[in-house]
């Protein structure tokens, strides 16, 4: 006993651990009471036995073991713990236990199994013993049998998994022990029991004896399903229910519980899938396509013997599918057809869903063969499409089922009505929509009408079926054409149908829903509790199942109004013969009333009205004859009344009737015509519209609409038709948009956009504007064939409905307050979604295309042939832009590319794929598992390329199809097995992104877990990464139970990890998103503020639908799913009254804190180039302790409205939180630049409408950001500068404009010089505004680090590709220069000749400012630091367009400041005043700022620089409409044919409008270059393509030519041509002309024509001198380069010719020593000699008529025209010019002999005639130009000395008044200045001889030093210009008389042009020529363009001598 007593004093769990058995005997005992007498479950006294239990119930002593598992029993019942432990027990329990001999052990071993699987360790304890099962021992087999079978027995076949267990069943039937065998048997009885017929196919193959007695034991089972006796511990309350029946003692069983007791394990899931890819016969396809029909059917034999296992593997079926769809489509041997049928049919029932692939393939190719008469075919024809039906959906099947209804054949159409009867009887109301069911009862109502009785059948069986299937509520609406008849036999054949598993159709019978809804209570009395539909039965209403799909309401009407009962719902009635609608109206009209409605007097019409009115408002509302009063009304004289009082009475008796009454359908039929026919007319339009609107209410809107818009377009008045739109656009608005039928209204509203009559066009651009507004951007699509002017008009409106959220519908359809609406509103919604308008284009089918020819190529072996099937793929889905579901073969050949080892053709696959999403839409989704499912393989591709474009294509893809296809089925799973690390990642990234936007997911989402546990787990760690972001997104739909449930099949350590990533996983799990706001009729009119924006109900997609833009909820008010009720209300409410408190909360040193761990790298440096979601959840925790907890909730919600609401509380509260505003700024603006990244407009603008008050408000407050929150948000703030919505940019500079307030210009800077690198041309181009805005506002001291570094930084985008970046650089560099002067170019480096020219010249034509009152600017400089002087600058920036009366505001300006100035002695004309004005630099007079000779300038300050704006041809620097015709002209080049086209439409628009062509001016060389690049684009490349439609080419040409006939129609801008320009035109013109490929096309002919007429008009309208030299340059081109067609030389001489034919009538007009210079060029490289031995002597005698032509227009005055050649004693010209002239001199004098004086007098008169206008053009040109114009005036003026009776007025007519007054201001100043210096207003002028003119000696050497000094000191303080900004600011010359802008610059233009060389050697001809005309003698026959120049000359020179002394002296 000693041993005993020694452990009998240690403790309990101890003893249980003893050697000896009876310690362990006596430990177990105290353990059991132990156990029982602990009363916490959670106690950590269980702690201590967690490793113990094992033991208790595997101890080796028997007697022990036997009292162990007494209290391992009571462990597991009461311990919280016991569940760790599940796996180790039982497993002991199997191995040590259940071979005991005592039955008492075995009982306990199975009591404490079933104690585990009631404490939800199930699946545990079924493993265990599952692979008990396989023990050696029998009675082990025997015992785990049992303790299955008890399982099953009490805990059902919910808890217990059948699958595993009927697996292993037929094998313990093989046992060779009986006991086995039996206990098998029992156990099958008991599955049985729960899975009835479902257990047969898996036991078909046990010995037959044991399956007749399983079968006699089957029958013996009582025919209702068992129940669940015992309960998991979460299933209590089921216990306590089914406690409650026991205890009633009734089997009171739910015939739900039934059915889904039945359906909770189907046979199909039972079976081991068989593989028969493999055993396919390996010649099969040959024998396939053998001649021999025995061979064909051995084949197909074999094959059906495979496809009849029952279950098959998952494979790639496409090819055996391919071969047997073309059996059945093709062969002609009817017995192979059926074999190949049962085929299908067996691969259909094998493979179930994943066959759903090939359905659409194989469906047509079946009901095709429908035609076949032969029973045996048909049967087999049916079983297949059955079985083919169950393998995807009848939406998919719609097209194709649809396609057949129209079949000639009666066959096809019967057993296609037969087929749909067979199919609507395996939907329900939820899988059989009405969006389905619509078109089906559509086709078959055509069908009950056919001439063949079966097809009438079949059809009266459908339309039956599919009224049982849904209820008759819901296909009535569909059947209102049909008699009653026809109705009856439907009902009747509704009646005979049996639905499977005996279930009720949609809401029973009509009969029932009646009575259904006769007992319910009005439904404001309704509790609402209950989620389903009130149309439901109770039964139905009490399925679990009524969730998310169904989308109910709650049952209280809206506004607390009775409901209408069902027969009110769709009130119709039958039209009413005149007689009774009389007999009617008697009874509740007045006699007197009736009788005078059709007198002829209108006075007594009138009285009848009125009492018609009183009568119509006194009666009660409900005994109201709609009918038969409106029918009265419409009594002869009725709606063709003319007296409009009457008229008037009559509208607003229709609209009291529609109001008060229960007005049909039928009615309004009777009185719509008449109102439409009034709406136009001036005083009763506005009754006819409320009638209109008030049938609307009452018919609901889309009929009405539909119904009044097509009677308006049946009539031919515009005014009706236009007011119809007017009042359509305003019914939008009240009613909302639902169920308007978009499809309805287009084509009328397209015929209403080319009606001739404007008014029409307005007001359908008006109605799509506000259909816009519904419908977003899809809409036009409808409309991208229109002009393209109209569909810029669309644009326009659609571009002001951007950003506007639709109105709050005010008016409602009388029915939607019925419950009918409840339920057809939601069918509008989740069926409409955004796809709606999709489903409305138009749409191709391709499937023809798509042969097996283009198959077999994308399959070929060659990649190159695979490239071109690809190619061919593209091509016919581009061309045909909208194309239905049906591409034939296609997705199967397609999915092989995916999978090329060609990448090339991998990503090619990919494009077409995307191409294939936009083309075909919704549709796409059949094509989802055939097709995206392998996109998504594609993701684990290596090549990080090829990735991003699988992902761009799934999210296209995704787009179109919603979510709901991705989710169903394994698929997605499989993809996850992959153990690839990209895929992985990327999948479960994408997974992560969409999950959490939908509403509800399939329940297969669920075998995604195990993946995603094991991904956690992955030795990638972008993989782990990436499934624990994804964790929260599928707890979020799965719950956090299920998914924890899931971990109990992890290995301990696995499961662990998961489990904590699970808890951790589950406190950051997103919220559902609300279901979107619906419109309509769930508001009633008591409640529409409630909506807020009556939300696109046509976006809203269903649950599982949702695309990338459904989490962005348009609507206001999100309407809860399921009990809306009154709680949601109440909680929105209690939410309200927490929001009153302040929304920022102040922390002290809260801001510093966070900048101290930014610094210290504690938290993410906020630096980023798109945010990530760390980044989000970072700012999300910082906020959380400065934001109000609801203000956080809203800024970091999903939904946008959300933030736009935040935004406008944050708004409000600006002010009155400024203190806590600041303190949290750094992180309110870094929220702001989260928005940044969305691309939400309506967003967007809030956002910069805050920043711009919040910035405001700093500066105020007097505010300067800190380094830290600049840095945070300035980055991204001039990311949006680059944004492509004007109004937005405009913003973001107002923005940075307040920003330097806030933060110094100098640190804004540098973030704006990284601005000028991004990639966007916009942004860099805006960037460098800015910059040039800050240098003008703040000097030079800005530019960060140095002014040289940057500027250099700056000067780099002179040369950047786009025209915009290029002239905002120049702009910079053009400030700087204003600032620093010549130092600007050191500070830019060396740059390219090029851009060095572009910007010498930009400086030159770019004038410093000059105040108008220069010495009282300091005070108004100091002020404007903020604003500098810049007006293009950004802080006084504004677009040209904005003042359309700039050039006037400009004038009265300049006479403003002409005025204020004092009457003074005009002493100077220089511009030496701005030396003297100038107070701020040194310069070589500094005292002459003490000199008031500012008062002595008058005429000097004409030109001040604000006048710049008037003549934005001559300085279009810093002009936005210069810029953007820039930039439309670069596009015109574009090698994009659709872009040039595009831009050239935008150019005719311009210059066929007169007011607007102007614009055009300087830059028509510009756009002719554009132009010949783009023909020669055409000639080298577009012609010669062959892949292009040449009919687009053809359309460019036209284009082209077009626009070339509306500028050369316009002289002033045609002769603005440079010869360079108009000689690479004409060369472009005649190589089209001659282009042999355009005679191939259809309009050639016309193209020709057009090119012809275009080439005449440029002839004549360009300037004439330019003309001839661009055609002798050509000419000589030509023949110097002999390639190129022969005939071109050709045309270009006849060209020449033409132009010689004009020269009598343009000789005045030609600059003949130009013409003469280039004949002498010509003939240097074309000597006489070399000439005539060409094959063809044309050139010769073009030449020789040229100059014969010449000589005798302007005889032997020719020979002094030669000026411009520099040899002339070596030129043939001249010889030949006098040889010409000596002949025709002598003919001449011989003439003039027999010829009078006056004849000769008439010669000479005519001649110099000639002369004046040349004269007067080079002294205005003077004029005109920057150095000369004092020098022009004075020319001027001495002409007008020696001619006075010249008339100046033809060349002053057209300038401007500006200009005028400047000439005359400046010819009285010259007069008044001769006048006071009379000694040099002699001779000189009028007299000098040749001599003097070259005698100036050193007397004139003197003036001539100081003119250069002064002109120095001019450049150097950039006063160059100021002369030439005046003087052209104001000239704007005669366009007719207006020189080509190349002759009045003296440098080349500043455009990019190929002509650039031509144009510089013109500039230097024309100089050279100038000095020559100086230097040499002048020419007999011009005296006054000889003498006036040096006089002149002298005559400043000495002015200027004059002025500089006076000046010095006053110095001194």
């Known amino acids: 006993m000693g041993d005993d007593s020694e452990w009998m004093k240690l403790p309990i769990d101890q003893k249980c651990e003893h050697k000896v058995w009876k310690a362990r005997l006596n430990g177990y005992e105290e353990a059991l009471k132990l156990f029982q007498r602990i009363e916490d479950e959670k106690s950590p006294e269980w702690g201590k036995y967690l490793g113990l239990v094992k033991r208790f119930v595997t101890d080796s002593n028997a007697v022990a073991q036997l009292k162990g598992l007494e209290a391992a029993l009571a462990f597991v019942e009461n311990a919280h713990v016991a569940g760790k432990t599940t796996g180790e027990v039982v497993s002991g329990v199997v191995t040590k236990v259940f071979n005991q001999p005592k039955v008492r052990a075995k009982e306990l071993g199975s009591d404490i199994c079933l104690m585990y699987i009631e404490i939800e360790k199930a699946e545990v304890v079924q493993d265990e013993l599952l692979k008990g099962l396989d023990n050696k021992n029998p009675k082990i087999v025997v015992a785990c049998i049992e303790t299955l079978r008890r399982a099953l027995s009490e805990f059902g076949s919910k808890i217990v998994t059948l699958k595993p267990v009927v697996k292993v069943l037929p094998k313990q039937f093989e046992s060779r022990e009986k006991a086995v065998r039996d206990e098998a048997k029992l156990l099958a009885i008991e599955v049985y029991k729960w899975i009835r017929d479902a257990l047969r196919p898996p036991l078909q193959n046990i010995n037959s004896v044991q399956l007749k007695e399983l079968e006699e034991e089957w029958v013996k089972l009582p025919t209702s399903p068992p129940k669940q006796s015992r309960f998991l511990r979460s299933q209590q309350d089921l216990r306590a229910k089914f406690e409650q029946q026991q205890a009633q003692g009734g089997d009171q069983s739910d015939g739900e519980d039934e059915a889904e007791t039945v359906a909770a394990v189907d046979a199909y899931e039972l079976l081991e899938a068989v593989e028969i890819l493999s055993k396919i016969p390996k010649d099969f396809y040959e024998k396939i396509e053998a001649k021999k029909w025995q061979e064909r059917k051995e084949v197909l034999e074999a094959v059906e013997a495979l496809t009849k296992n029952p279950k098959l593997e998952n494979g790639d079926y496409g090819d055996l599918v391919r071969a047997l769809k073309k059996v059945v489509g093709k062969d002609a041997n009817v017995m192979l057809v059926s074999v190949a049928a049962k085929c299908l049919a067996g691969l259909a029932s094998g493979l179930r869903k994943k066959f759903g692939t090939y359905a659409g393939q194989v469906v047509p190719t079946i009901l095709e063969k429908f035609k076949e008469k032969k029973l045996q075919v048909v049967q087999a024809l049916q079983e297949a499409i059955d079985a083919i039906f169950l393998t995807t959906t009848l939406q998919n099947l719609s097209e194709d089922i649809l396609a057949v209804m129209d079949n000639k054949n009666p066959s096809i159409k019967q057993q296609a009505s037969l087929f749909l009867a067979r199919s609507f009887r395996h939907c329900t109301q939820a899988t059989l929509p009405k969006s389905v069911l619509k078109p089906f009862c559509a086709a078959l109502i055509k069908q009950v009408n056919d001439s063949a009785a079966e097809v009438r059948d079949a059809a009266f069986e459908a339309l039956g079926t599919a009224m049982k299937v849904v209820g008759e509520k819901a296909v009535n609406p569909f059947l209102t054409d049909l008699d009653k008849i026809k109705l009856e036999k439907i009902k009747e054949c509704a009646d005979k149908v049996e639905l499977p598993g005996g279930k009720k159709g949609g809401g029973g019978s009509a009969g029932g829903d009646k009575k259904a809804a006769s007992k319910c209570p009005p439904a404001a009395e309704a509790p609402p509790k209950s989620s389903a539909p009130p149309r439901k039965t109770p039964s139905a209403a009490s399925k679990p199942s009524a969730g998310p799909s169904k989308k109910g309401k709650p049952p209280s009407a809206a506004g607390g109004k009775p409901k209408k009962t069902q027969e009110n719902k769709d009130f119709t009635e039958t039209e009413l013969s005149a007689e009774v609608c009389e007999e009617v109206a008697a009874g509740v009209l007045p006699a007197s009333c009736l009788q005078q409605l059709d007198s002829a007097n209108w006075k007594e019409r009138l009285a009848s009205m009125e009492e018609f009115q009183k009568a119509v408002e006194t009666m009660d509302a409900s005994e109201l004859p709609c009918q038969a009063l409106v029918k009265m009304l419409a009594k002869k004289p009725g709606w063709k009344e003319t007296n409009f009082q009457v008229m008037q009475l009559k509208l607003l008796v229709v609209a009291s009737i529609a109001k008060r009454g229960r007005f049909s359908k039928t009615s309004a039929s009777v009185v719509l015509d008449g109102l439409v026919d009034k709406v136009g007319d001036v005083k009763c339009g506005g009754n006819a519209k409320e009638a209109m609107t008030a049938i609307g209410e009452a018919c609901s809107l889309p009929w009405t609409a539909e119904q009044v818009v097509s009677m308006a377009f049946a009539q031919k008045n515009p005014k009706n038709q236009?007011?119809?739109?007017?009042?359509?656009?305003?019914?939008?608005?009240?009613?909302?948009?639902?169920?308007?039928?978009?499809?309805?209204?287009?084509?009328?509203?397209?015929?209403?956009?080319?009606?001739?009559?404007?008014?029409?066009?307005?007001?359908?651009?008006?109605?799509?504007?506000?259909?816009?507004?519904?419908?977003?951007?899809?809409?036009?699509?409808?409309?991208?064939?229109?002009?393209?002017?109209?569909?810029?008009?669309?644009?326009?409106?659609?571009?002001?409905?951007?950003?506007?959220?639709?109105?709050?519908?005010?008016?409602?359809?009388?029915?939607?307050?019925?419950?009918?609406?409840?339920?057809?509103?939601?069918?509008?919604?989740?069926?409409?979604?955004?796809?709606?308008?999709?489903?409305?284009?138009?749409?191709?089918?391709?499937?023809?295309?798509?042969?097996?020819?283009?198959?077999?190529?994308?399959?070929?072996?060659?990649?190159?042939?695979?490239?071109?099937?690809?190619?061919?793929?593209?091509?016919?889905?581009?061309?045909?832009k909208f194309i239905?579901?049906?591409?034939?073969?296609?997705?199967?050949?397609?999915?092989?590319?995916?999978?090329?080892?060609?990448?090339?053709?991998?990503?090619?696959?990919?494009?077409?794929?995307?191409?294939?999403?936009?083309?075909?839409?919704?549709?796409?989704?059949?094509?989802?598992?055939?097709?995206?499912?392998?996109?998504?393989?594609?993701?684990?591709?290596?090549?990080?390329?090829?990735?991003?474009?699988?992902?761009?294509?799934?999210?296209?893809?995704?787009?179109?199809?919603?979510?709901?296809?991705?989710?169903?089925?394994?698929?997605?799973?499989?993809?996850?097995?992959?153990?690839?690390?990209?895929?992985?990642?990327?999948?479960?990234?994408?997974?992560?992104?969409?999950?959490?936007?939908?509403?509800?997911?399939?329940?297969?989402?669920?075998?995604?877990?195990?993946?995603?546990?094991?991904?956690?787990?992955?030795?990638?760690?972008?993989?782990?990464?990436?499934?624990?972001?994804?964790?929260?997104?599928?707890?979020?739909?799965?719950?956090?139970?299920?998914?924890?449930?899931?971990?109990?099949?992890?290995?301990?350590?696995?499961?662990?990890?998961?489990?904590?990533?699970?808890?951790?996983?589950?406190?950051?799990?997103?919220?559902?998103?609300?279901?979107?706001?619906?419109?309509?009729?769930?508001?009633?009119?008591?409640?529409?503020?409630?909506?807020?924006?009556?939300?696109?109900?046509?976006?809203?997609?269903?649950?599982?639908?949702?695309?990338?833009?459904?989490?962005?909820?348009?609507?206001?008010?999100?309407?809860?799913?399921?009990?809306?009720?009154?709680?949601?209300?109440?909680?929105?409410?209690?939410?309200?009254?927490?929001?009153?408190?302040?929304?920022?909360?102040?922390?002290?040193?809260?801001?510093?804190?966070?900048?101290?761990?930014?610094?210290?790298?504690?938290?993410?440096?906020?630096?980023?180039?798109?945010?990530?979601?760390?980044?989000?959840?970072?700012?999300?925790?910082?906020?959380?302790?400065?934001?109000?907890?609801?203000?956080?909730?809203?800024?970091?919600?999903?939904?946008?409205?959300?933030?736009?609401?935040?935004?406008?509380?944050?708004?409000?509260?600006?002010?009155?939180?400024?203190?806590?505003?600041?303190?949290?700024?750094?992180?309110?603006?870094?929220?702001?630049?989260?928005?940044?990244?969305?691309?939400?407009?309506?967003?967007?603008?809030?956002?910069?409408?805050?920043?711009?008050?919040?910035?405001?408000?700093?500066?105020?407050?007097?505010?300067?950001?800190?380094?830290?929150?600049?840095?945070?948000?300035?980055?991204?703030?001039?990311?949006?500068?680059?944004?492509?919505?004007?109004?937005?940019?405009?913003?973001?500079?107002?923005?940075?404009?307040?920003?330097?307030?806030?933060?110094?210009?100098?640190?804004?800077?540098?973030?704006?010089?990284?601005?000028?690198?991004?990639?966007?041309?916009?942004?860099?181009?805006?960037?460098?505004?800015?910059?040039?805005?800050?240098?003008e506002g703040y000097g030079m001291n800005v530019c960060q680090p140095t002014p040289a570094k940057s500027l250099k930084e700056i000067a780099v985008h002179i040369g950047d590709r786009d025209t915009s970046v290029r002239n905002a650089a120049l702009n910079t560099v053009v400030a700087v220069y204003n600032v620093c002067g010549e130092q600007v170019y050191k500070l830019i480096g060396n740059l390219s000749e090029k851009d060095m020219s572009m910007l010498e010249e930009r400086i030159k034509r770019s004038a410093k400012k000059t105040p108008a009152a220069p010495t009282k600017q300091s005070a108004a400089e100091r002020n404007q630091r903020e604003a500098p002087a810049n007006p293009n600058a950004t802080f006084l920036r504004k677009p040209a367009q904005e003042d359309p009366n700039k050039l006037n505001q400009a004038r009265q300006n300049a006479q403003l400041s002409e005025s204020s100035h004092p009457s003074v002695p005009k002493e100077f004309q220089l511009d030496l005043d701005m030396i003297e004005m100038d107070h701020s630099r040194v310069c070589e007079l500094p005292d002459l700022v003490q000199?008031?000779?500012?008062?002595?300038?008058?005429?000097?300050?004409?030109?001040?620089?604000?006048?710049?704006?008037?003549?934005?041809?001559?300085?279009?620097?810093?002009?936005?409409?210069?810029?953007?015709?820039?930039?439309?002209?670069?596009?015109?080049?574009?090698?994009?044919?659709?872009?040039?086209?595009?831009?050239?439409?935008?150019?005719?628009?311009?210059?066929?409008?007169?007011?607007?062509?102007?614009?055009?001016?300087?830059?028509?060389?510009?756009?002719?270059?554009?132009?010949?690049?783009?023909?020669?684009?055409?000639?080298?490349?577009?012609?010669?393509?062959?892949?292009?439609?040449?009919?687009?080419?053809?359309?460019?040409?036209?284009?082209?030519?077009?626009?070339?006939?509306?500028?050369?129609?316009?002289?002033?801008?045609?002769?603005?041509?440079?010869?360079?320009?108009?000689?690479?035109?004409?060369?472009?013109?005649?190589?089209?002309?001659?282009?042999?490929?355009?005679?191939?096309?259809?309009?050639?002919?016309?193209?020709?024509?057009?090119?012809?007429?275009?080439?005449?008009?440029?002839?004549?309208?360009?300037?004439?001198?330019?003309?001839?030299?661009?055609?002798?340059?050509?000419?000589?081109?030509?023949?110097?380069?002999?390639?190129?067609?022969?005939?071109?030389?050709?045309?270009?001489?006849?060209?020449?010719?033409?132009?010689?034919?004009?020269?009598?009538?343009?000789?005045?007009?030609?600059?003949?020593?130009?013409?003469?210079?280039?004949?002498?060029?010509?003939?240097?490289?074309?000597?006489?000699?070399?000439?005539?031995?060409?094959?063809?002597?044309?050139?010769?005698?073009?030449?020789?008529?040229?100059?014969?032509?010449?000589?005798?227009?302007?005889?032997?005055?020719?020979?002094?025209?030669?000026?411009?050649?520099?040899?002339?004693?070596?030129?043939?010209?001249?010889?030949?010019?006098?040889?010409?002239?000596?002949?025709?001199?002598?003919?001449?004098?011989?003439?003039?002999?027999?010829?009078?004086?006056?004849?000769?007098?008439?010669?000479?008169?005519?001649?110099?005639?000639?002369k004046v206008s040349d004269i007067l053009c080079e002294i205005f040109k003077k004029i005109g130009s920057k150095e000369n114009t004092k020098e022009g005036l004075t020319e001027l003026y001495e002409y007008k000395q020696k001619y006075s009776d010249t008339d100046l007025e033809p060349f002053l007519k057209n300038t401007s008044h500006f200009f005028q007054n400047y000439v005359e201001q400046g010819l009285r100043v010259i007069e008044s200045e001769r006048e006071r210096k009379a000694c040099l207003t002699s001779s000189p002028v009028i007299q000098h001889s040749v001599d003097s003119s070259l005698s100036g000696g050193t007397e004139e050497m003197k003036p001539a030093v100081y003119h250069e000094r002064l002109k120095i000191l001019r450049q150097r303080h950039g006063l160059e210009n100021t002369s030439r900004q005046g003087v052209r600011g104001g000239g704007e010359e005669d366009p007719q008389q207006r020189p080509p802008i190349s002759s009045l610059l003296s440098s080349k233009p500043a455009v990019a042009s190929s002509t650039d060389m031509l144009h510089s050697k013109l500039s230097q001809l024309k100089e050279s020529r100038e000095l020559h005309q100086q230097e040499h003698h002048p020419r007999p026959h011009s005296p006054p363009h000889g003498h006036a120049r040096p006089t002149s000359q002298a005559s400043n020179l000495d002015d200027l001598k004059k002025r500089l002394e006076r000046i010095k002296s006053n110095r001194k």
Request: a neutral charge; charged letters at 25%; one cysteine or more.
């Open 884 to 1335: 239905t579901a049906n591409v034939g073969e296609l997705p199967l050949a397609l999915k092989g590319r995916l999978s090329d080892s060609n990448k090339i053709l991998v990503q090619q696959t990919l494009t077409i794929l995307q191409q294939l999403a936009t083309a075909m839409g919704p549709g796409l989704k059949q094509h989802v598992k055939a097709l995206g499912i392998p996109v998504i393989t594609v993701l684990g591709d290596s090549k990080a390329n090829v990735r991003m474009a699988a992902m761009t294509t799934l999210q296209a893809w995704v787009g179109q199809t919603g979510m709901k296809e991705w989710l169903e089925g394994e698929d997605l799973s499989e993809e996850l097995k992959r153990e690839n690390p990209f895929l992985r990642q990327e999948l479960l990234g994408w997974l992560a992104e969409r999950l959490p936007t939908l509403r509800a997911v399939p329940g297969d989402l669920m075998l995604c877990v195990p993946q995603l546990y094991a991904c956690l787990e992955d030795r990638n760690g972008d993989v782990r990464k990436k499934a624990q972001d994804a964790l929260p997104a599928f707890m979020m739909h799965l719950g956090y139970e299920k998914m924890n449930k899931a971990t109990g099949k992890l290995k301990p350590a696995s499961k662990d990890q998961v489990v904590s990533m699970l808890e951790k996983a589950r406190a950051v799990m997103p919220a559902k998103p609300a279901a979107p706001a619906k419109t309509g009729g769930a508001k009633g009119p008591s409640e529409p503020s409630r909506t807020n924006s009556a939300s696109r109900s046509q976006q809203a997609s269903d649950d599982l639908e949702s695309k990338p833009e459904a989490k962005k909820v348009r609507g206001g008010g999100v309407a809860k799913k399921g009990a809306a009720g009154k709680k949601p209300a109440a909680k929105a409410l209690k939410d309200d009254e927490d929001r009153s408190g302040p929304i920022f909360i102040l922390t002290p040193n809260a801001k510093e804190q966070r900048i101290k761990e930014e610094k210290q790298l504690k938290v993410l440096k906020w630096n980023f180039m798109t945010p990530r979601d760390e980044y989000v959840e970072q700012l999300k925790a910082q906020t959380s302790s400065c934001f109000a907890k609801w203000l956080q909730d809203e800024l970091f919600h999903f939904d946008f409205q959300r933030h736009v609401k935040a935004i406008g509380v944050m708004m409000e509260r600006l002010e009155s939180e400024s203190e806590a505003t600041i303190g949290c700024l750094d992180l309110i603006l870094k929220w702001f630049t989260l928005r940044f990244f969305d691309t939400n407009t309506t967003v967007l603008m809030k956002v910069l409408e805050y920043l711009k008050l919040l910035f405001a408000m700093l500066n105020r407050e007097n505010y300067h950001l800190t380094e830290f929150e600049a840095s945070s948000f300035v980055p991204y703030l001039i990311l949006k500068v680059g944004e492509s919505k004007d109004v937005v940019r405009k913003d973001v500079r107002a923005i940075l404009t307040m920003l330097c307030k806030v933060y110094p210009a100098s640190k804004v800077f540098p973030f704006l010089m990284d601005g000028t690198k991004a990639k966007n041309s916009k942004q860099r181009a805006e960037c460098l505004e800015e910059l040039g805005c800050l240098i």
């Open 1491 to 1810: 000199h008031k000779l500012d008062e002595l300038l008058e005429p000097i300050m004409i030109p001040e620089p604000k006048m710049r704006s008037i003549s934005p041809h001559f300085d279009d620097i810093h002009n936005s409409t210069a810029s953007t015709i820039n930039f439309v002209i670069s596009q015109v080049a574009s090698g994009d044919i659709n872009t040039s086209i595009q831009a050239l439409a935008q150019i005719d628009e311009v210059l066929r409008q007169e007011d607007k062509a102007e614009v055009m001016s300087g830059h028509i060389d510009q756009f002719l270059i554009a132009t010949f690049m783009q023909l020669r684009l055409i000639y080298s490349t577009h012609m010669a393509d062959e892949r292009l439609d040449k009919r687009s080419v053809i359309k460019l040409c036209s284009c082209i030519i077009g626009n070339m006939l509306s500028l050369f129609s316009m002289e002033s801008l045609a002769r603005e041509a440079s010869m360079g320009v108009l000689k690479d035109l004409m060369h472009g013109l005649i190589m089209l002309m001659l282009d042999s490929r355009l005679e191939d096309t259809e309009d050639a002919q016309q193209v020709i024509r057009s090119v012809n007429l275009l080439v005449i008009s440029v002839l004549e309208k360009s300037d004439q001198t330019n003309m001839f030299s661009a055609l002798l340059v050509l000419l000589q081109d030509t023949l110097v380069t002999t390639a190129g067609p022969a005939m071109f030389s050709e045309l270009v001489m006849k060209c020449l010719w033409r132009m010689i034919r004009f020269l009598p009538e343009t000789i005045n007009r030609v600059n003949l020593d130009r013409i003469l210079l280039d004949v002498h060029n010509f003939m240097k490289v074309f000597p006489k000699e070399k000439l005539k031995q060409l094959k063809n002597d044309m050139p010769h005698r073009t030449l020789k008529t040229l100059l014969h032509t010449l000589c005798n227009l302007t005889g032997a005055k020719i020979l002094d025209h030669l000026s411009m050649i520099e040899n002339r004693n070596e030129s043939e010209l001249e010889a030949h010019l006098r040889r010409v002239v000596k002949h025709s001199g002598n003919l001449s004098g011989l003439k003039s002999d027999c010829g009078n004086e006056k004849t000769g007098l008439r010669t000479e008169d005519r001649m110099s005639k000639a």
């Open 722 to 880: 236009a007011e119809t739109l007017n009042w359509l656009a305003n019914a939008m608005k009240e009613f909302g948009f639902a169920g308007i039928n978009v499809k309805g209204f287009i084509n009328n509203v397209k015929t209403a956009l080319g009606a001739t009559n404007p008014a029409v066009r307005t007001a359908a651009i008006a109605l799509l504007g506000v259909m816009f507004l519904y419908m977003g951007a899809p809409l036009r699509m409808f409309f991208e064939d229109e002009k393209p002017a109209l569909l810029s008009q669309i644009d326009a409106e659609f571009e002001k409905m951007q950003g506007q959220s639709p109105p709050a519908p005010i008016r409602f359809t009388k029915k939607t307050v019925s419950e009918e609406e409840g339920d057809e509103g939601e069918e509008h919604e989740e069926d409409g979604g955004g796809h709606d308008i999709m489903d409305l284009l138009p749409r191709t089918d391709i499937g023809d295309k798509i042969t097996s020819d283009l198959v077999s190529k994308i399959e070929d072996k060659n990649w190159k042939i695979r490239k071109e099937g690809l190619d061919e793929t593209a091509a016919i889905i581009s061309e045909a």
